[in-house]
């Protein structure tokens, strides 16, 4: 009876971690070939695949953002609208007549410093959890750009502040069409997430971020300056915001009021689909590209076939709460109590 | 035999006021190397007071300590640990996420450059791990696994281990086998003990005299923020030492 047992917790013990990294890989992996049976002609086009990854692009940035602040068992609430405060600060720089250059790092420091705001308030004013100051941010950035805009949309960037939401690699010299192209936004989805990956994964200030989620006592007694890292995480999250204002900039050429209403509550979905627990220390850079994707496809699939965007909103809730529910089941049988 | 071997730590006369309060007065405690020493006393007789002023968490009114007879004046707890001090705490201070390496080494992570860039070296972290673990006899099924799924013995050998990675001479355990199964207590214990033969100074509170008596050579009493009594462990008994818990000679 012992050994049996033991056998099976040995063979839990190897194939828990590969469930743990990749399961949700399956996941994504099963429902591209459910897609693909059902829409066998449309689904895998190159002009659908890339239209996924434009699609998801800005969303993707929100995601990983929020993905940091999640590991630590803290929220962002704010990354919509710090998103929407960067996007109308570019619009209105854009609009001032300033060079390229300026304009395109303008979202970027500013979502950075909306971060830092973030980060300083919850460590300096000591809030009692990480959802209240960025639900009042929530409210000042997306007041404090409609402020600054009159409220009204600003519209019309030139190419180069474009290129990253808009621009298109051509890839005729490898024999393809010219509507086969490859989007500049998918490139550079592929590039921050491989930076954070290998930040998360291979430096100890990623390690740290984990530590803080798993125990921050522990990480505190290890002499790691916990509030040091927390305003490190809340500013990349920021910064990682105002890219994705960017990539909008170029996507919609305009800078408009409503730019990412109830995107964080998209991004935290992604994370959640994607396995990072809301108690903090779990999940994993990949698992959140995976929920992004997910998500991503889901909506796709749905518009191809035709199904209405309210049983979208359905079924990525019933998704959310399957996913948890599997996360709790994992855990449930992972640990010992 | 505390006689022969060096002093690692002295505190004398420690005095330490809260307000108006008086949680030590003139405390004296010696710890050796290679020794265990027992720390009783009630709730509220000053253990958990004095080890803090020997962490450097807390500043003492008055008195010294000596670290191989140099006197110390500690600014934090930073500064006991560069001394070679460290504290295991009895909520066990591990990330249960992470696993047994990288919580050994959490804080103080080696590192491999490439170029302006540093990385983490696990590779390093790993064989640090099972050499350490080896030599402290700790057996687990390997240093990859996460602590969360570690029992409590297993748990609390990690926080050991942890304590005395990085070349600690004393070493401080708050109730180190207080949220432990009965059947794990001995494994702790048999660690406590293979760490004294690694020549480390181990301090023991415990309120069980079964630990204070399979692993402690002496024993000090404190009784209302003073020491009440000590002795080599041989020469006394559980009721003489349950007696001075409770303020009687």
């Known amino acids: 009876m012992e050994d049996k047992n033991q056998e099976k917790n040995s063979l839990y013990l190897k194939i828990m971690p590969y469930l743990e990294k990749y399961g949700i890989l399956l996941l994504l992996v099963i429902m591209i070939v459910v897609m693909h049976f059902l829409q066998p002609d449309v689904f895998l086009s190159w002009r659908n695949v890339t239209n996924v990854f434009k699609q998801i692009s800005w969303q993707s940035m929100l995601a990983l953002g929020v993905f940091m602040v999640i590991v630590t068992a803290g929220i962002d609430l704010s990354v919509g609208s710090i998103m929407m405060l960067s996007l109308m600060i570019l619009a209105i720089v854009a609009k001032a007549g300033a060079p390229w250059y300026i304009v395109v790092i303008t979202p970027l420091i500013a979502g950075f410093l909306c971060g830092l705001f973030n980060g300083l308030g919850i460590t300096l004013l000591r809030m009692p959890h990480p959802f209240i100051m960025t639900l009042g941010t929530l409210y000042i950035f997306r007041g404090t750009g409609n402020l600054i805009s009159g409220g009204t949309p600003i519209s019309g960037f030139t190419d180069e502040v474009r290129y990253l939401g808009h621009g298109r690699i051509d890839l005729t010299w490898l024999g393809l069409e010219k509507s086969q192209y490859l989007p500049v936004s998918l490139v550079l989805i592929a590039i921050v997430y491989i930076i954070f990956w290998i930040f998360m994964n291979k430096t100890r200030t990623g390690k740290w971020i984990y530590a803080i989620g798993g125990n921050p006592n522990a990480a505190r007694a290890s002499g790691i300056n916990v509030n040091k890292i927390l305003v490190i995480v809340y500013s990349l999250c920021g910064f990682l915001s105002g890219i994705g204002a960017l990539i909008l900039a170029g996507r919609t050429d305009s800078g408009y009021p409503n730019a990412g209403l109830q995107s964080e509550l998209d991004a935290i979905a992604a994370c959640i689909i994607g396995g990072a627990s809301f108690f903090g220390g779990r999940g994993t850079v990949l698992g959140v590209f995976a929920g992004v994707m997910i998500m991503g496809i889901l909506r796709n699939g749905l518009n191809l076939m035709d199904v209405s965007s309210f049983w979208q909103q359905v079924l990525i809730g019933s998704i959310i709460v399957l996913a948890v529910y599997i996360d709790v089941l994992r855990r449930d049988l992972g640990t010992r109590k | 035999m505390s006689s022969i071997n060096q002093l690692l730590l002295e505190a004398k006369s420690v005095t330490k006021y809260f307000g108006t309060i008086t949680a030590l007065e003139n405390v004296n405690l010696k710890i050796h190397a290679g020794e265990c020493l027992g720390v009783v006393g ?160 181990v301090i023991v509170i415990s309120h069980r005299m079964d630990d204070i008596f399979a692993v402690c050579d002496r024993v000090m009493a404190l009784f209302q923020g003073t020491n009440f009594a000590e002795s080599e462990l041989s020469k006394t008994s559980r009721d003489e030492v349950i007696g001075w818990i409770m303020g009687k000679k």
């Open chain 2, 42 to 201: 009630d709730n509220g007789a000053g253990k958990s007071t004095l080890m803090k002023v020997l962490s450097g968490l807390y500043k003492p009114s008055a008195g010294s300590l000596f670290f191989d007879g140099k006197e110390k004046i500690l600014e934090s707890p930073k500064d006991s640990q560069n001394l070679g001090l460290e504290m295991v705490y009895q909520d066990l201070a591990l990330a249960g996420n992470l696993p047994i390496g990288e919580n050994i080494f959490l804080g103080r992570e080696p590192t491999k450059n490439l170029g302006l860039l540093k990385f983490l070296d696990y590779k390093k972290i790993k064989d640090l791990t099972d050499a350490h673990l080896g030599k402290l006899k700790i057996n687990v099924k390997s240093a990859d696994q996460k602590v969360e799924e570690l029992s409590g013995g297993q748990r609390q050998a990690v926080a050991i281990a942890r304590s005395t990675a990085f070349n600690a001479k004393v070493v401080i355990m708050d109730e180190p086998t207080a949220a432990l199964a009965i059947k794990e207590v001995g494994k702790v214990l048999d660690l406590i003990n293979s760490l004294k033969q690694t020549g480390v100074g």
